[in-house]
């Protein structure tokens, strides 16, 4: 051995990170005469027949295109009219983009946080390459981390047609794929830059019917999956200012220094001169275990007029609809509130409120500044009523998280007064939940959310998680986006949605989220029936540990699990009789993994200084 690789046994494991780091930073940066080959064999390959000569380039019929332009033509710069629905059901989401897609007539804009190469995936690539060979102009961002990781279908995505383009959104190391060497490199050279990701989700159709929410590109956010699925939402917007809106922003981001295309790429340059000379580029094929009975069903569903019809009945009509975003540069200058519209706009419309916010989001753990707008709610003479809707453990996607929002639920319940509602991981079956949506709503959308129709409910049958983002303040204002109230959408990802001031729209927005928190599908979160000197001793030493910046060990927490008794009427917390109609179920119930409790409370006790990460 070499006396300048002989170090010191101590310094070793350090020199040794040195050294990798340097090789990985020397290797950084785009290989220029690879993406000129690359651009060149791209350019050559690429499809440029088209497989329509009409001017619509062969759009399918749409109701939702005659809503968009019924809306165009009813508005004026001072009374603009949109039509919006809320899509609450996974299923039908991806029915509607299938649909859209086939409809467009000039463009279809995406951008997305996740894209996987699943059935949901590879289905809605397929159809945006047939657009694209119609005619259509399609462009993909993607965010780098999180979306395809298998570079043979980028390489394959990049010379299909001249009317697609996908780009990358802050790639690390200037390569498609992050391997687990540069994960780390980036986590130690430029923490910053890798850590501010973009979580926007929009879908845009020429410009002015467009879809915004929680969902990305998986079998899991479409009712698809077998073993997990997301309980998600998401607005369809038709209209002229809002889909101007979507537009401004989708081309702000796509022009923007970070949204890297294809051919920027070292890894997937390579792959591209690898491959073998092909005219065109050979097609997308579907993933080994594709479920094509289902694919080919759900596109026969999309020629179906009438029962597209009947969805595009259930629309309403309002008036001014907002879409904001987040700047691609949003962590440039934190304090820039331009750079942070969605962020910053949230904040004064809670401050605003006077009786009531209703909250759905997956992860309850909260910045500063949104601490202290509710804590400043709960301490005014009359309290704003704070309904929340999140996920338990037993449903979450992600227990780190959890485990924060277990480490300051006193604080939830007593600072700030919410009321918490877990989210069970098998909630009611379908029947209930349409019975109990009519009630809530009063019967006005009567069958409007037969959600889970699709998802076996039964015990050890696929488990359902939150991942819907909303808000709902004083039954008027509604916020649905991909913002999930917490330090990371606060503080690094760029965010995204949409905002409308309508009490129709409203209403429905907030029976949904009530009914995710009804009893049958959400446990209620309350302080444990305890009394006399043992429990006051407790509480006072809860606070202490809880109020440590690490080391949280005291087991003994302010609040639980309830569940309501059979034939019992529920009551929130605080109220007579609620404790002798609700039984203590515990911190954690359903959750059968002890590991998963023992990581929980690991991750309370010691992560606090992971919120802003995490």
Not at 92 to 118: C, G, K, P, V
Request: hydrophobic content about 45%; proline content about 5%; charged content about 25%.
């Amino acid at each position: 051995m070499s006396a300048a690789l002989d170090w010191p046994a101590p310094c070793r494991p350090a020199r040794l990170l040195l050294l990798v780091l340097g090789v990985l930073l020397g290797a950084c940066g785009v290989n220029r005469p690879l993406a000129r080959q690359a651009l060149a064999r791209v350019a050559q390959e690429q499809a440029r027949d088209l497989d329509c000569a009409r001017a619509d380039h062969c759009a399918q019929a749409s109701p939702y295109v005659e809503l968009a332009e019924r809306a165009r033509a009813a508005s004026t710069e001072a009374a603009p009219v949109h039509y919006v629905d809320a899509l609450e059901q996974g299923n039908e989401a991806l029915l509607l983009r299938l649909h859209l897609i086939r409809a467009a007539r000039h463009s279809i804009d995406i951008q997305t946080f996740i894209w996987a190469e699943d059935d949901a995936g590879w289905l809605v690539l397929d159809e945006l390459i047939r657009a694209a060979r119609r005619g259509v102009k399609v462009r993909i961002l993607a965010d780098q981390l999180f979306a395809l990781d298998d570079v043979d279908w980028l390489a394959r995505i990049a010379r299909t047609h001249v009317n697609l383009e996908f780009r990358l959104y802050n790639p690390t190391f200037d390569e498609a794929v992050t391997q687990p060497v540069e994960f780390a490199a980036s986590i130690v050279c430029c923490f910053s830059r890798f850590n501010q990701r973009m979580h926007n989700k929009l879908f845009l159709i020429d410009g002015a019917i467009g879809i915004a929410g929680g969902r990305n590109y998986e079998n899991r956010y479409f009712d698809w999956d077998q073993r997990f699925d997301y309980r998600d939402r998401e607005l369809l917007v038709a209209g002229a200012q809002a889909g101007a809106q979507m537009q401004a922003s989708f081309d702000r981001f796509w022009n923007h220094p970070r949204a890297v295309p294809l051919t920027r790429l070292n890894d997937v340059n390579a792959r591209i001169m690898r491959a073998a000379a092909a005219a065109p580029a050979p097609a997308l094929a579907a993933p080994a275990g594709t479920d094509m009975t289902r694919i080919e069903a759900l596109r026969a569903r999309a020629l179906d007029a009438t029962a597209l019809a009947a969805l595009a009945r259930r629309v309403l009509q309002v008036g001014t609809v907002h879409y904001f975003s987040d700047a691609p540069g949003k962590t440039a200058r934190a304090d820039d509130p331009a750079l942070r519209a969605l962020t910053a706009r949230i904040g004064e419309l809670l401050q605003q409120a006077r009786d009531e916010v209703v909250l759905e989001t997956p992860y309850l753990v909260f910045s500063r500044s949104a601490r202290r707008v509710f804590r400043s709610l709960h301490k005014r003479p009359e309290p704003v009523r704070v309904i929340v809707s999140t996920n338990s453990l037993a449903a979450t996607d992600a227990f780190y998280v959890y485990a924060l929002s277990y480490k300051y639920k006193k604080r939830y319940l007593r600072r700030y007064g919410f009321q918490i509602h877990e989210f069970k991981p098998f909630p009611a079956d379908a029947a209930q939940f349409v019975a109990d949506y009519d009630a809530l709503s009063g019967g006005a959308n009567r069958g409007h959310y037969g959600r889970y129709a699709q998802t076996p409910l039964k015990r050890g049958g696929v488990r359902l998680g939150l991942h819907a983002k909303s808000l709902v303040i004083d039954g008027s204002t509604t916020i649905i986006g991909s913002h999930n109230f917490d330090p990371r959408s606060d503080d690094y990802n760029t965010e995204s949605g949409f905002i409308v001031s309508d009490r129709a729209l409203a209403a429905r927005v907030r029976a949904a989220v009530l009914l995710d928190a009804a009893p049958q599908n959400a446990w209620v979160i309350a302080p444990r029936q305890r009394s006399g000197m043992l429990a006051r001793l407790n509480e006072s030493i809860a606070d202490v540990s809880a109020a440590l910046p690490l080391f949280d060990l005291w087991p003994f927490r302010y609040a639980s699990s309830f569940e309501l008794k059979p034939g019992c009427v529920p009551t929130p917390p605080g109220t007579a009789g609620f404790y002798a109609c609700h039984q203590d179920v515990g911190d954690f119930p359903e959750v059968d993994l002890p590991l998963k409790t023992i990581y929980t409370r690991i991750v309370t006790a010691f992560g606090a200084g992971l919120v802003g990460i995490l």
